[in-house]
């Protein structure tokens, strides 16, 4: 406390990595820059976190997709919707990576629970290729799916058309009255994340606000997909977006949340965006086309994650790296009873 309130002559120029305000009640709050520590320490984020909870400190438990059927329920956020893609990609094989086991539950199940935990009521799932009905399984399997109100459009297992295309042909579940989130099922979001994403409203042009993960240069060891897509933003807007940008430009995390359409009656702007780009060419429109015709007419807002906790499980190598956080917060990557994601 006498660090954080006190002068500090031998480190003027060094971040702010401990900030502490005294709330109303009086009590000390405190806020730890951890991608900053991490940075200073030369570690992963995840490392730093990994060796907090091997010394006991209840830093983060792993994954909970557990929701007790007599938990209270959250406060509701201002979006009340989410679109979860469960697609295929036209040459994938094997399991659909949203079905990833972690802690013994799919991805897309934790992130289902994490969803309702933020205060959101409502999921559409597009489920879509290879797999589709294995999803849908999961999706009403899911311990979440009792709390949550939970509808899949299943497109078939034939699908191949890809993200673009299978929000598109679900358009009339995708769009609707209110602004809605959009996300993949492969990843996993804090509640928190999800709740501010969700509670800030899309102010002045913005047709939609994508979370990006400006600590890019930590995910590179996990081998990221050749597709990872980032984007440079500057002044809280999108300037470009693309999977061909330098390897510490900041990465989409595939968090969105979208504007409806006006009045809840017309097509809301990603879907527009997404028509568009099919329009330019014979193949099918793609998320990032759309996200990037946005950019190019500045209506894409970018909102940091601030060192707020989120995994994917898009490939093998960043499947394994979320696995063991898991595992070193839980035994046998089991989350302890009554613990919180």
């Not at 804090?190 to 800030?200: I, K, P, Q, T, Y």
């Not at 330019?280 to 894409?300: D, V």
Request: net charge negative; hydrophobic share 50%.
């Amino acid at each position: 406390p006498n660090f954080a309130a006190g002068p500090r002559p031998h480190c003027t120029d060094a971040p702010q990595l401990i900030a502490m305000a005294p709330p109303p009640s009086g009590a000390r709050v405190w806020s730890i820059d951890i991608p900053g520590i991490a940075s200073l320490l030369r570690v992963s984020p995840t490392e730093l976190l990994e060796t907090f909870a091997r010394e006991g400190d209840p830093v983060f438990a792993a994954p909970r997709a557990d929701v007790s059927a007599t938990e209270a329920a959250p406060a509701a956020s201002r979006v009340r919707r989410a679109v979860v893609t469960a697609v295929a990609t036209p040459s994938g094989a094997g399991a659909p990576r949203d079905l990833t086991l972690l802690a013994g539950q799919p991805a897309i199940a934790h992130l289902l629970a994490q969803l309702w935990q933020a205060g959101i009521p409502e999921a559409v799932v597009v489920a879509a290729g290879t797999g589709a009905g294995a999803v849908e399984s999961a999706v009403h399997a899911a311990p979440a799916s009792s709390r949550i109100k939970v509808h899949v459009v299943n497109l078939g297992e034939d699908y191949a058309q890809g993200v673009g295309q299978a929000l598109l042909d679900a358009a009339p579940h995708v769009g609707g009255a209110g602004d809605f989130l959009l996300c993949p099922g492969y990843c996993v979001y804090a509640a928190d994340l999800v709740r501010g994403l969700a509670d800030a409203p899309l102010a002045g042009k913005a047709a939609a606000c994508a979370l990006l993960e400006a600590e890019a240069h930590y995910y590179a060891a996990a081998q990221l997909p050749a597709s990872a897509v980032r984007a440079t933003a500057r002044g809280g807007w999108v300037q470009r977006v693309g999977d061909g940008l330098a390897a510490d430009t900041p990465l989409v995390t595939g968090l969105f949340v979208c504007k409806a359409g006006a009045n809840g009656a017309a097509e809301p702007p990603l879907l527009k965006a997404l028509r568009e780009d099919a329009a330019k060419t014979s193949a099918p429109p793609t998320l990032t086309g759309a996200l990037a015709r946005l950019a190019r007419s500045r209506t894409l807002a970018a909102r940091g994650s601030a060192g707020g906790l989120w995994c994917s499980v898009e490939t093998d190598a960043l499947a394994q790296v979320t696995r063991e956080a898991v595992a070193a917060v839980g035994a046998d990557g089991e989350a302890p009873a009554g613990s919180a994601a």
